[in-house]
């Protein structure tokens, strides 16, 4: 087991939820539940007393795996399903309810904006004091100071107190400190999707350097582009339980089907003419992350089972809450088709740079069947689609680039 920098057993952490709770009262309200509540001590000594018991829930269950030396771990799953807790036990910020976590070596965290930093403190004094609670000497600090600095490009407010930092700034010195410091095991949370795009490429960099060094990494995203390009291995984790783990790409391919990005989807009262369509690739099944400026082909198969007079395709593009963005039909005529015998047929979709937001998408076909079946219809199972780029921090889902100009059609010279 020496191998091991990080073995749970059994691991598991339960949280009390608390009851309703009121809302505000007058002062007659209160001084009238006061004298209540008074009277019914005395004479129902058994009445339960405080808030009410929301019950329990277990944010982890019995968890079991081991991660190597040198493993750089992706932790996936949807909102709620366990992410932050596991790494708050692990970094003993958390106490398990059940189970253990053996730790072996230095480890550093970042886990959210202000964890490890004290507020009252300057940028300088921070580092120095995160750097002892590590256990490093003050000569390894100092070694290490510029390099710090430099990274979190904060220099010209080193020694402000950390709680006049923007958010921005405090989330650059604080993953400067987490990463630099020589940990054995760096543990980083979805906090990275507070910075701008420039800084989390930089940070993903430090991190691959990080690994490099033969250092564990346990890192937590949605961004599956991030995660597939810097991890080895995954552990997909669902209301608190490990449904996947084990090499990225199979883990990934789980978290999809689990949030429904891959999932089949049935016409309901339609009748379908064919077999329908085979796996939806991209770019002829290298991957699914594309650049928001790259243009890519999507390709489908459509098998139909018997002759029919025509068909119309349609393809869509879809944000993971469902909002459609993009919609193309197809009619066979237009693709020199008179009638269409069964058979089987690729379909290729060239797509242009749509200069979409970074995030996670979906892309799926639709067949509309011409003819004596003309409501029959088959849907695609959905593609993810995983856009790289940078972050407009704006509300708008498009951002095409589109070319300007400004012509001065009169010029009003004032005296």
């Known amino acids: 087991m020496s191998d091991y920098a990080i073995r749970a057993e059994h691991l598991g952490k339960e949280f009390h939820i608390m009851g309703e709770q009121k809302g505000y009262e007058t002062i007659r309200e209160?001084?009238?539940?006061?004298?209540?509540?008074?009277?019914?001590?005395?004479?129902?000594?058994?009445?339960?007393?405080?808030?009410?018991?929301?019950?329990?829930?277990?944010?982890?269950?019995?968890?079991?795996?081991?991660?190597?030396?040198?493993?750089?771990?992706?932790?996936?799953?949807?909102?709620?399903a366990g992410k932050s807790t596991l790494?708050?036990?692990?970094?003993?910020?958390?106490?398990?309810?059940?189970?253990?976590?053996?730790?072996?070596?230095?480890?550093?965290?970042?886990?959210?904006?202000?964890?490890?930093?004290?507020?009252?403190?300057?940028?300088?004094?921070?580092?120095?004091?995160?750097?002892?609670?590590?256990?490093?000497?003050?000569?390894?600090?100092?070694?290490?100071?510029?390099?710090?600095v430099a990274f979190s490009e904060v220099e010209r407010f080193i020694d402000t107190p950390v709680k006049h930092y923007s958010s921005g700034m405090y989330l650059r010195l604080a993953f400067a400190v987490a990463a630099h410091l020589e940990p054995d095991i760096l543990l980083v949370d979805e906090v990275l999707a507070v910075g701008d795009a420039s800084f989390q490429k930089k940070c993903l960099g430090k991190m691959e350097d990080v690994a490099k060094e033969g250092r564990t990494v346990l890192f937590v995203s949605h961004n599956m582009g991030a995660i597939r390009s810097l991890c080895h291995t995954g552990i997909v984790l669902n209301q608190g339980e490990i449904v996947q783990?084990?090499?990225?790409?199979?883990?990934?391919?789980t978290y999809y089907r689990m949030i429904g990005a891959l999932g089949g989807k049935a016409?309901?009262?339609?009748?379908?003419?064919?077999?329908?369509?085979s796996l939806?690739?991209?770019?002829?099944?290298?991957?699914?992350?594309?650049?928001?400026?790259?243009?890519?082909?999507?390709?489908?198969?459509?098998?139909?089972d018997h002759d029919v007079s025509g068909f119309s395709l349609f393809c869509y593009l879809e944000d993971m809450q469902g909002r459609l963005i993009v919609r193309s039909r197809q009619e066979s005529t237009d693709l020199g088709f008179k009638?269409?015998?069964?058979?089987?047929?690729?379909?290729?979709?060239?797509?242009?740079?749509l200069w979409l937001n970074p995030g996670l998408y979906s892309?799926?076909?639709?067949?509309?069947?011409?003819?004596?079946?003309?409501?029959?219809?088959?849907?695609?199972?959905?593609?993810?689609?995983?856009v790289e780029?940078?972050?407009?921090?704006?509300?708008?889902?498009?951002?095409?680039?589109?070319?300007?100009?400004?012509e001065v059609r009169e010029h009003t010279t004032q005296h």
């Open 267 to 277: 016409v309901d009262g339609a009748e379908d003419a064919g077999k329908g369509f």
């Open 389 to 406: 780029g940078v972050d407009s921090h704006s509300e708008a889902i498009l951002h095409p680039h589109v070319g300007w100009n400004v």
């Open 30 to 80: 209160k001084l009238t539940s006061s004298v209540s509540s008074a009277l019914a001590r005395v004479f129902r000594p058994s009445a339960r007393r405080g808030r009410k018991d929301g019950g329990t829930f277990w944010a982890l269950k019995d968890l079991d795996f081991g991660i190597r030396q040198g493993d750089v771990v992706g932790i996936i799953g949807r909102n709620g």
């Open 87 to 148: 790494l708050k036990v692990l970094s003993r910020i958390t106490e398990p309810t059940t189970g253990f976590a053996e730790i072996r070596g230095r480890m550093s965290s970042l886990l959210e904006v202000g964890t490890g930093f004290h507020p009252e403190l300057t940028g300088r004094e921070n580092i120095y004091l995160n750097a002892a609670i590590l256990g490093m000497r003050k000569a390894e600090i100092e070694r290490k100071f510029d390099e710090i």
């Open 280 to 304: 939806v690739s991209l770019n002829g099944g290298h991957g699914n992350t594309v650049s928001q400026s790259e243009e890519f082909t999507v390709s489908t198969r459509l098998h139909v």
């Open 339 to 353: 009638t269409v015998p069964l058979g089987s047929y690729a379909i290729h979709l060239s797509v242009p740079p």
């Open 245 to 253: 783990s084990g090499d990225i790409s199979a883990s990934i391919e």
């Open 363 to 386: 892309l799926y076909f639709k067949v509309l069947y011409w003819g004596e079946r003309a409501s029959a219809k088959h849907l695609s199972d959905k593609f993810p689609l995983d």
